[in-house]
């Protein structure tokens, strides 16, 4: 694991293991899921014998009571403990920021948000994808077959869509980038989506709102994708 994936992983965690403090009541289970989680972390990124996990398991400290005794109690040391474990991994998060900086891919690392671009196969999304990722989102990839759906309804992160819709066998758009141009417009809105014909076609007019350009026309559906990129992830 590189500096910038392991940046990425740490902040994740230092995320998460902040979100669980601010949940009131904090949920024993929860927390004792995040520290395994930890380790598991840490493990992975500076291995199993390294002094970073063993300062981590150190901030864990062995709480002297019972939770079916004194439930008040134990989930206090339980907040104590999590407080620890989240100033060690702050300071490992620290460090690998300055590394992942210095070899310049903390960019990279930094990516919060994600677009999806569907295309019949993975070559044809190559260029879309290509544009994302130098927007600084996260370029996923869902091909003609794939489950668009589920990619994009669990995305959280999900900022934008590209839909290039293949040559038609017919003067009709394929049914296929239909539906996924549908569901991604109805996912992000139409200011969002953009949708690119590989060839002419007769569009339904439901995507008649959205950004359509000839897929051909790269220097006109490129500065478009870019200035759209720039005003969501500035």
Same mark, same amino acid.
């Given at each position: ?113 994600? &677009? =999806? *671009?569907? !295309?019949?196969? /993975? %070559?044809?999304?190559?260029? $879309?994808? #290509? ?29 934008? &869509? =590209? *839909?290039? !819709?293949?040559? /038609? %066998?017919?003067?009709?758009? $394929?049914? #296929? ?58």
């Amino acid at each position: 694991m590189d500096d910038a994936e392991a940046f990425k992983a740490l902040k994740d965690l230092y995320d998460r293991g902040n979100g669980i403090l601010k949940h009131q009541p904090v949920v024993r289970e929860t927390c004792e899921a995040w520290t395994r989680g930890a380790r598991e972390a840490c493990a992975a990124i500076y291995g199993t014998t390294s002094a970073e996990l063993k300062e981590l398991a150190g901030a864990h400290r062995r709480i002297m009571t019972n939770f079916d005794t004194d439930p008040s109690y134990y989930l206090t040391q339980v907040v104590a403990n999590l407080h620890r474990e989240l100033k060690v991994i702050d300071k490992y998060l620290k460090q690998k920021e300055e590394a992942a900086r210095e070899r310049g891919g903390l960019a990279k690392a930094l990516r919060t948000f994600a &677009g =999806v *671009v569907w !295309a019949r196969d /993975a %070559a044809a999304a190559e260029g $879309a994808a #290509a544009m994302l990722a130098k927007g600084n989102l996260e370029a996923l990839v869902v091909e003609e077959g794939g489950d668009l759906l589920a990619r994009i309804m669990t995305l959280a992160t999900l900022r934008y &869509g =590209v *839909v290039i !819709a293949p040559p /038609a %066998a017919s003067d009709g758009m $394929a049914p #296929a980038a239909a539906f996924a141009a549908g569901c991604l417009a109805s996912r992000l809105g139409q200011s969002r989506v953009v949708l690119l014909l590989g060839s002419p076609q007769k569009l339904p007019a439901a995507m008649k709102p959205l950004r359509i350009f000839d897929l051909a026309d790269e220097a006109r559906w490129q500065a478009q994708i870019s200035g759209d990129l720039q005003r969501i992830t500035k």
